[in-house]
């Protein structure tokens, strides 16, 4: 059955707030994690233009930001997720600009393979990223028929290093607890993401090196990709 985001909470509700430093000097400050609302799609949009396309691994691999069929699809993808209504964003308080994003799904027994897409690139993540769940099979070892799953965690260059990356990954937990979700689990390509996700408590459960997937046959080929290894990593909510 596909999952539908109960009304209450209404949007927009903050999931969790924490301290960092700010992105021009080691003052801290507050920033405080979200529901994306409706008027700032086409801003998250361009968020993640600016800083997911040429720096996750994939994309980057798959130049998908020159690649006008990949964009357009990309596009799509996005407002996709924007209408689930679970992609939540950073803000800094006092300020209206967007510090991060992660495109947060509830995922049953579908794959993103269910995507009419045409671009072949990124048919060809997604088939990577689905080898990965076929491999691991979480609905079995957790008992779970849904989990909250994310298509992307995105921070905007000006503010990286500073942790902002756990502390989102952190608010899944409020969130699942609110909507009675016991498991999020994702595929995390980048090292950075990865140790973000063991920082905030994820444990792998499935890795892959980008070697081994380039033996799998040539769609399963990233050569030069900046990753060592992709990672299936979950965290149990109590």
């Given amino acids: 059955m596909v999952w539908t985001r109960p009304e209450k909470p209404a949007i927009p509700n903050v999931w969790y707030t924490f301290q960092a430093k700010d992105a021009d000097s080691d003052h801290l400050v ?18 993640y233009l600016d800083n997911f396309l040429d720096d996750e691994p994939f994309c980057q691999n798959k130049q ?10 990309m596009r799509s993808f996005y407002q996709w997720c924007f209408n689930e209504r679970m992609t939540i964003v950073c803000y800094k308080n006092g300020s209206d600009e967007i510090i991060g ?48 799953t994310a298509y992307g965690l995105a921070i905007n260059r000006c503010y990286r ?9 952190k608010a899944r937990v409020p969130m699942c607890r609110t909507f009675g979700i016991k498991l999020t689990a994702t595929n995390f390509t980048a090292l950075g993401s990865q140790l973000a996700a063991a920082k905030a408590g994820f444990e792998t459960n499935f890795e892959m090196s980008f070697e081994d997937f ?16 992709l990672k299936l990593m979950s965290l149990r909510i109590e």
């Fill in 30 to 47: 507050t920033y405080r994690v979200e529901d994306l609302t409706e008027d700032r799609h086409e801003d998250m949009i361009q968020h």
């Fill in 64 to 73: 998908i930001s020159k690649d006008e069929l990949a964009l357009k699809e």
């Fill in 101 to 148: 994003g992660n495109l947060l799904h509830v995922k049953g027994y579908e794959k993103l393979a269910d995507f009419d897409l045409k671009s072949e690139s990124i048919r060809d993540i997604i088939l990577a990223n689905d080898y990965m769940t076929d491999q691991f099979k979480i609905h079995e070892h957790y008992g779970v028929d849904q989990y909250l």
């Fill in 161 to 169: 290093g500073r942790g902002i990356a756990t502390e989102m990954l």
């Fill in 214 to 229: 380039a033996k799998l046959g040539p769609r399963y080929s990233f050569p030069g990709i900046q990753s060592k290894s």
